[in-house]
């Protein structure tokens, strides 16, 4: 993982006979998939000239398409913004012109990955004409002043 990537998975057996050749760069498109690179960066890296190329490939060979392990992901991923945050506490140390603006973005990526920015549980309530009449009587109980209603139009 010192590139970066997740470890390599095996692929399966091929579905059918398949050339030599063929057969290695698919298993190499395989490999290059679970490590957690996009299937564009997979193609590039195989001299295919886009990913739907390697992606039938792939799926011609092996009748399935490989995804990284989430977990694994995950876990790489975590790695890769605890690294930039580091960098981006030693550039607002400097000083630098946006690096609280990337530590922020940072910060917020992180806790999209860990599920901490799921939305709190909103409870509305609407209350009926007779609870309202009676919040108004309490407040007006409660000796608040009557303001005059202004005139908006200045007259």
Known sequence: MSDGLLPEREPPEPSRRVRADALE????AWRMRTAGLSWSE???RLGYSDRSNVIRLVREVFEELPEPDRTELRSLWRD??????RQGMIDAHQQRPGAITALVRIAEA???LDGLNAPAEVVVHAPTEQELEAWVALVLDTGAPVLEEGDIFGA
């Not at 760069?25 to 190499?28: I, P």
């Not at 890769?80 to 945050?85: A, I």
């Open 25 to 28: 760069r698919a298993e190499q």
């Open 80 to 85: 890769r913004l605890e690294r930039v945050w």
């Open 110 to 112: 992180a806790m999209r």
């Open 42 to 44: 997979v193609a590039t």
